[in-house]
């Protein structure tokens, strides 16, 4: 997070330079050191022994086994099988993935139309019947009338009932 002060980065990069090369694309730094392939066997050599001789005699570069070569290229063509293998499982998988995806959405919005179809249904019912218990009631209003008429009636004929014994 702390930047260093101007003259530190250009010792730091000096010091880089006299190794190998240094590039800068804006936040990306890349450095090639100089003789990688000579810094690469010193790397590689036993503690103690000389350099020259971990370098092969003064550059020569050792030969290679072709068994060794020919199992590196066997098993990268296995490797490359594999991960063509891999890529075609998660194409598959992704394809189904997918389509299951699709298919959930189509169910979700297959099942909002018919819940507003069923609401809008469900509304429209509830008025008809509403208009029908209206109606009723307007036809029911002459009912108390009437029934007191029939309380009177019954009345009178009890009365008639009562002179007649």
Do not use: W
């Not at 030969?63 to 499982?89: K, M, S, Y």
């Not at 992704?94 to 995806?101: D, N, P, V």
Request: charged fraction near 25%.
């Amino acid at each position: 997070g702390r930047q260093l002060p101007e003259g530190r980065r250009a010792t730091l990069a000096s010091a880089l330079e006299l190794e190998g090369t240094v590039l800068r694309e804006g936040r990306l730094t890349q450095f090639v050191a100089n003789n990688l392939e000579r810094r690469i066997r010193l790397s590689g050599a036993p503690r103690g022994e000389p350099p020259a001789a971990a370098a092969g005699g003064g550059g020569s570069i050792p030969t290679i086994d072709p068994g060794a070569l020919q199992d590196v290229v066997a098993l990268a063509g296995q490797v490359a099988a594999q991960v063509d293998e891999l890529l075609r499982n998660v194409h598959c998988g992704l394809q189904a993935l997918t389509a299951l995806s699709v298919g959930c959405i189509q169910t979700y919005r297959d099942a909002v139309e018919s819940l507003g179809e069923a609401a809008d249904l469900s509304i429209r019912a509830m008025y008809a019947l509403v208009a029908r218990c209206e109606e009723l009631d307007r036809a029911m209003q002459p009912v108390p009338a009437l029934a007191k008429r029939i309380r009177d009636m019954k009345g009178t004929l009890e009365r008639l009932e009562g002179l007649c014994k």
